[in-house]
């Protein structure tokens, strides 16, 4: 037999080989199926951690070779992937939709805030908690994390992102090394106006003062007027108040519409942020770990080991029950270089099961993980209407 008819035979006895293997693959999937579906009626997690090591071992030492043992794992593990695969495609459940309500405020009304009266962060806790609750001030961010700790507020608002500028970074630091966990989630439309005395016009200006997140979102107003001079402040409303105060027609800030009214403050030109479609998203943080009935997102704090593929071994636990991933944010951890802390949100799973089970399968591999919240949103923004 010359090596053409060799090889030809060869091929031809691999495609038999084929399509056995996929004959007895679709069996397994099938039999993959009838497991899935005793354990969705017994609310069971649709993975078993265990059980696939146990699989995974019992052919690794079966293997007779010429497959190597990783091999042998990778291949196998694919196929118990795609069996999971399967079973949650047919046996989970839809994630159940957001609650309607978010955390319980009846008890506990007094909510810390960055900045003055007249602020965003004013006006999204205001909206939070119907108009019924005591506002707390703070000037800075590391002060507002401390406002449960010192006795000051029940609840902390903290801006974590906007649409313009992107994360906060320094509150997911802070969220991150405290212990704070999350009771809602508030989606807030920012309209961000130049207020001036009543002697100022937009041509007169030349110096705004304003958060510098709020400075971030109107990079197209100050390309627009290059002499005027930015100058940040630590709130929006402190810097509307001052701007008022000093009586100065070259000097304005830049704050919201209510911060005018409170202030009496001469609106100089609305809408100056660089797009019309820009919210900022808060988070309603407390000392109380219970979640809220019904949340549609979870987030997870996680430190993992600095080695090649600790982060897709963790996501992978997630990917794997169909559980979606809606954030990560990474942040170095301080003194430690190379080191990072990771900021996750979920969709939360409609089985609570699947969640303790990829959270136990990540705990085998983490450093550190804290579970910290699960919740509802309040979208005042319209961005899950999209």
Known sequence: MDDSEQLKERRAQINAIDSELLELLNRRAELALSVGEVKSRDDASLCDHGRETEVLERLVLRNAGPLEEQSVR???????????????????????????????????????ILGERGTFGEEAALALSDNDCQIVSRHSFDDLFEAIDDGSADHILAPVENTLVGPIHRCFDLLLDGDLSIAAEIFLPVSQCLIGCKDATVDSILTVESHPVALGQCEQFFAEHPQIVRLEAADTA???????????????????????????????????????????????????????????????????????????????????????????????????????????ELAAPMNETELKS???EIGQIAEDIRYVGRYSTLDLAGVNNL
């Open 74 to 112: 990778n291949i196998f593990q694919r196929i118990i992937d795609e069996s999971l695969h399967l079973q949650v495609k047919t046996f989970q459940k839809r994630n159940r939709d957001p609650a309607n309500g978010t955390a319980d405020l009846k008890e506990n009304r007094r909510i810390a």
């Open 238 to 344: 402190g810097s509307v108040r001052r701007a008022i105060e000093r009586g100065d027609p070259t000097w304005a800030a830049i704050g919201s519409k209510r911060a005018a009214e409170i202030y009496g403050g001469m609106m100089l030109r609305e809408n100056i942020q660089d797009h019309t479609y820009n919210w900022t998203r808060f988070l309603l943080l407390s000392k109380k770990t219970d979640a809220v009935a019904g949340g549609s997102k979870v987030s997870l704090a996680l430190r993992l080991p600095h080695k090649p593929g600790s982060l897709h071994s963790a996501l992978r636990s997630f990917v794997r029950r169909g559980i979606n991933l809606l954030k990560l944010e990474s942040r170095p951890v301080k003194g430690e270089p190379s080191q990072f802390n990771f900021y996750m």
């Open 358 to 360: 990829a959270l136990s």
